[in-house]
């Protein structure tokens, strides 16, 4: 009985979370949301120091696959 209750609450679960992703989906709010929260991310990123160096890539700059070898 108690194994019959445990699956029925996962059952509904799920259903729920079914029915909730088919909301999303319908309405489109996951770009939705994205969208509202795209000025926050803008301006952190606005504000991230870009002067860094650049990490030594051993000479490999500009040497595609196989390239300069043999």
Known sequence: MIILKILLIIGIVFAALFVLSLIIYFFNL?????????????????????????????????????????
Not at 34 to 59: C, E, T, W
């Open 30 to 70: 996951d770009m939705k949301a994205a969208a509202a929260i795209m000025p926050l991310f803008s301006k952190h990123y606005d504000r991230v120091d870009r002067k860094k160096k650049r990490q030594n890539d051993g000479g490999k700059k500009g040497r595609v696959h196989g390239e300069g070898i043999g």
